[in-house]
Structures are given as C-alpha cells and as structure tokens.
C-alpha cells in the first residue's frame, strides 16, 4: 500500500482551531484531496492540493509538501456539525488511495 | 439524475448467498469507481472503469468480486458465494472525466451496508 498515516482520533472544542496531519508515500504520487465523512454517510469533498503550500477555502485550509509527503488539514471556528471524519485521499495515477480516517470529535 | 445513487441501501445475506449491488452515477460521468468501506476504516479501492471498460480490478479482494458496466453508465458489483468477511459499508463514486482533479473530484454515493449472517 500507500502507507498513508493519519491520527485515528481527535478531540477539539467548538471555536478552536485543529490541525490533522497526514503523510503518505511520495512515489506516484499526483495530488492529494481531503475528503469529510459524517457516520453513516457518503464523504464529501473538502480540498484538493498538488503543489506546495497553502490552500485557503473559508474555515478549512489544506497544506502540502510533495518532499515531503505531508499535508495536513486546517480546520478554524470549528462548529458541532464538524464532528466527522477526515480522510486524507492521495492519489496515485487515477486512482485514490483513502487513509484511515481522522475522527474529530467537537465539545461544546 | 441529481447525483449518484446506489440501491439497495441495506442488503442482509447470509453466507454462501449471491448479492448484487447496482450503481446509478451522475449522468455522462466518464469515470465509475467501486470501494469497501469497514467499519472506522477509510475506503479501500475496489475496482475503475472508464466508459464500459475496466481499466484496474487490482482491488477486487477475491475471485468471488465481480463488476461489470456493460454501456458505460449504471454499474453492477456482484459478490458470489458471501461470507461474513464481506460485510461492509460499499461506496460507488463517479467523476465526469477520466482523471480526478480540483474541478472534476469523485462524488460517492450513500453506499450500500451489506450484513452476512
């Protein structure tokens, strides 16, 4: 496999900020999506990076170095409907190779 | 239709019986892809098609996995003989090009839960 590494739970307060950091292999590798999951449902597209550096998408950012083979994903102002997970996506020629997912839980 | 759809949305089997998931993707969608999803686990690649053909089955866990999308629209994953290791949560995602990008990502389906008992 792809070897994606990803924390399996995060815990947060509602306002916060929060930062869920993924790597991956380098080898293949043609960008990086994240994806949100809440339980029971389909994942829904968060962000989509393939060159270094800082992407910015109102609350959520997403960050990437392809040296490296991190990214991470910025999530501000969390709100409870942020609870979910977050799935780190690099993708390897057409194909996606899912994490295992971050499950982020929000507290009031 | 308005996105993709997958029926049913809940399948229980009991072992040794065939089941056949069906895929509706968002019309024109060139691209079709199949995931397994266990419980608290990501998605993990099944099978790609591109029209009606199968470009990767690398993901098909064993010869029991079967999909097919004979016009190159709705897609069909048959799983014969099931066991309880199949049980799983099955994702169909769709783009409308032949390669993901930040303006053609994958829209999945709701899924479809399969229970062996």
């Known amino acids: 496999g792809q070897n994606i590494d990803q924390p399996t739970e995060m815990t947060a307060t509602e306002g916060a900020i929060v930062q869920i950091n993924c790597t991956y292999q380098t080898s293949g590798f043609n960008g990086l999506f994240w994806y949100q999951q809440h339980a029971g449902e389909a994942p829904t597209f968060l962000s989509y990076?393939?060159?270094?550096g800082l992407e910015e998408k109102g609350r959520f950012s997403s960050f990437l170095s392809r040296s490296k083979g991190y990214s991470y994903l910025l999530l501000k102002e969390l709100q409870m409907k942020d609870s979910a997970s977050y799935l780190c996506a690099p993708l390897y020629g057409q194909n996606f190779v899912f994490g295992p997912g971050t499950r982020l839980s929000v507290l009031p | 239709g308005a996105g993709v759809s997958q029926s049913p949305r809940y399948k229980v089997a009991k072992r040794g019986q065939d089941v056949a998931l069906r895929c509706d993707p968002i019309s024109g969608h060139v691209s079709l892809f199949w995931y397994q999803q266990a419980l608290g686990q990501g998605p993990e690649f099944l099978t790609y098609f591109q029209n009606e053909a199968q470009l990767d089955k690398s993901g098909l866990p064993s010869d029991r996995f079967f999909a097919e999308r004979p016009e190159g629209s709705v897609s069909t994953l048959k799983i014969q003989r099931t066991q309880q290791e199949d049980s799983a949560v099955y994702l169909c995602?769709?783009?409308?090009?032949?390669?993901?990008?930040?303006?053609?990502?994958?829209?999945f389906g709701p899924g479809t839960r399969l229970t062996v008992l």
């Open positions: 995602a769709s783009t409308q090009g032949s390669r993901p990008s930040r303006t053609d990502t994958q829209y």
């Open positions: 990076n393939v060159l270094d």
